[in-house]
Structure formats: C-alpha cells, structure tokens
C-alpha cells in the first residue's frame, strides 16, 4: 500500500489550499452529503454510539456532521500527521472519548480485525476507498465486517460509475464538468487535479458495492444521496 501511503499524505500536505477552495465553493456537494450523515447519525441512534473513520483527514466536516449526537467516542486514522493536527483541534468542539492514529488504513483495519478487542457502531469512509484497486476495496469491506457492531453501519461516501460506464469514460465526464464548474479554482489548480483523478481514482459501479456487502453478509444497503452530476453516492450499508 505504498502508493496509497505517499498518494493520500501528499493531497492533504500540497494540495490542501485547492481542496479547501473545493470545500468552500460546494462542489463535490459536501454540505448535503454530512447533512444526510447527521440526519442518519440522529435518525439511527437514540444512544450512545462510537464511530471510527478511515481517512479523516481534518475532520472538519465530520466535527459539524457530529454535533448534537449521542457520540460516545470517535477513532480517525489518517496518514498525515498534519492533518490529524488540524483534526484534533477540530474536534475539540464535539465532548466524546477521542483517539488518533497516524497510519495506513488498511493496516490499522487489519490489525483491529485480529486483536478482536474493539468494536464500533459506526465506520465511516469518505472519499477514500476510490484510490483501491478492487480486491483492496474487498478485504476492506470483509475487515469492516468483522468490527462492525451488531445493527452497526458502514457509511460510505465516494465517486461512483454508472453501470455500463468504464473508468475512462467515468475520468472523461467527471473532468468534463469539472472543467465547465469548478470556476474558483486556477488553470494550475485544475491541473493538478485532473493529474490526481487520472492516475489514481478508481471508482466502482453501485452495483459492485452491492455485491461486495452481500458477499460479506450485510443485510441491506441505501442509497441515502446520490450528487446532481451523478459521480459520487452516500451507501449506508447495515450490518
């Protein structure tokens, strides 16, 4: 998982003004996607829950998701140290049992999978999973699986294809109307991203996503929010 190691601490640490202009300008439809997680969050526990995320990165969103919940205690695991700075300072707003590990994702599940001694109500990913090739995103699913808590929910937030569409022709529209929209950010800017998302975003059909909860026995997914360009979803996938 080295490329992933190196791929995602790089956004965060070079890329981090760019995505905040893509924060504040709305366009990956942020504010509606944690909107839904803290009506899920509210609607599904009436009682004390704990949440682990996976790629947190600032937590910002995340913290404004959080408030007025029944968080009992949050776990975030991200690979820049930078970002779990900004991360704890962040979440300073939000009164809950509070741990931060500076790691590969996949080798925290992996070790959280064998020791057995934690589980979680909530594990939540967003924007992350896309950077996996598929038999990745399959044991992540199957490592999530065995930490989820009984009624527990997997939360789900990334680029999705449309059925019958490849990943070349997903690359295609999705830089098509990045181009058209994204009109805050620098030609630069724009570059770089559309450098990142064609050599290392690799988005999956709902569909796949599907089959890969009911090959780990998940009982049922939603589609809570699909965004207006139809290139990202919000699955909530219940244990």
Known sequence: MNTLKIQLDDCF???WKTYQKALTNNYMEHQEIYGVL???LTDHFDRPFSLLE???GDASLTVQALLNTNIADYTGIDLSA???EIAQRNMTQIKCGQTFIQDDISKVLEELAQSQKQSFDVIMTSF????LNLAQKDKV???ISHLLKPQGVLVLID???QEEEDRENYVKRYLENMRQNWSALTSQEISSIENHISTYDFPE???TWYQLAEKHNFMRVECLYKDTSDTAQFLSIYN
Do not use: D, P, S, Y
């Open 141 to 143: 699913i199957e490592q």
């Open 38 to 40: 803290h009506k899920l």
């Open 54 to 56: 996976l790629g947190c």
């Open 128 to 131: 992350v999973l896309h950077h």
């Open 13 to 15: 640490t070079n890329n």
């Open 159 to 161: 680029i999705v294809r």
């Open 82 to 84: 930078t970002a779990l």
């Open 205 to 207: 059909t709902q569909t």
